[in-house]
């Protein structure tokens, strides 16, 4: 009887754990717009001027728009720009993934530091964001 308890139980909880499994199958692309430094709203940008100096990963919310934000830290040189290479939903969250694109040859660079940044705007599924 016991075997047979501890059987069911086993059978019960693999089948919990693969219900539980986070599908990364792609539901549909999001699309997105990129917002312009002076179009982001002003929570978000303070909250970026505070953790630009160092790679950080941000989401805001606001009247039924996702915010997402990539930034890539402090840089040594201008000249760096950022791609959105996928941006889409799944069952059970929104997938958010950047490339930081560094200056090309040839390219005359301010010689400061840059902060390197990337906030595009998008539906608000409701869903958990994750970056790749």
Known sequence: MRRVFLLGMIVIFLC?????TDSRE??????????????????????????????????????????LCAGYGQQPTGGYSIAVEELYLTENAVYFDTTLIGPG?????????????????????GLPVVFQ
């Open 16 to 20: 919990g754990c693969q219900l539980q």
């Open 26 to 67: 792609k539901v549909r692309d999001l699309e997105f717009l990129v917002v312009e430094e002076g179009k982001v709203p002003e929570k978000l940008l303070e909250a970026v001027e505070q953790k630009k100096a160092e790679p950080f990963k941000l989401t805001y919310q606001d009247q039924g728009n996702l915010y």
């Open 105 to 125: 040859k040839g390219e005359t660079l301010a010689e400061t530091p840059s902060y390197p940044y990337i906030v595009v705007m998008t539906e608000d599924p």
